[in-house]
């Protein structure tokens, strides 16, 4: 991966905490900082799992279902919440 793997998550590192809003930026940043902590220590390990007990195929077939089943729940969430947003950074 080279200096790629470490740009990435910076930039969006980056991305994160300028979009935060300024009076709950402290407590947004802690949130985020720590679940992606969480994340790249319980990915791997649940994922290694998974493919020793059902096999690789199995292992990438669950990260595809838990990205969609993410990226759905994200959508509603943030559809529904869209004139709130736009009244708290507008």
Not at 72 to 83: A, D, M
Request: hydrophobic residues 50%; positive net charge.
């Amino acid at each position: 991966h080279g200096a790629l793997g470490y740009v990435c998550p910076a930039k969006y590192a980056a991305c994160c905490h300028a979009l935060t809003h300024p009076s709950h930026n402290a407590r947004y940043i802690a949130i985020n900082e720590t679940v992606v902590g969480a994340v790249s220590i319980a990915g791997p390990l649940l994922g290694g799992l998974v493919a020793n007990l059902a096999g690789l195929a199995a292992s990438y077939a669950t990260a595809v279902m838990l990205t969609l089943v993410t990226a759905i729940w994200l959508y509603r969430k943030h559809r529904s919440h869209q004139e709130v947003i736009s009244k708290n950074f507008v």
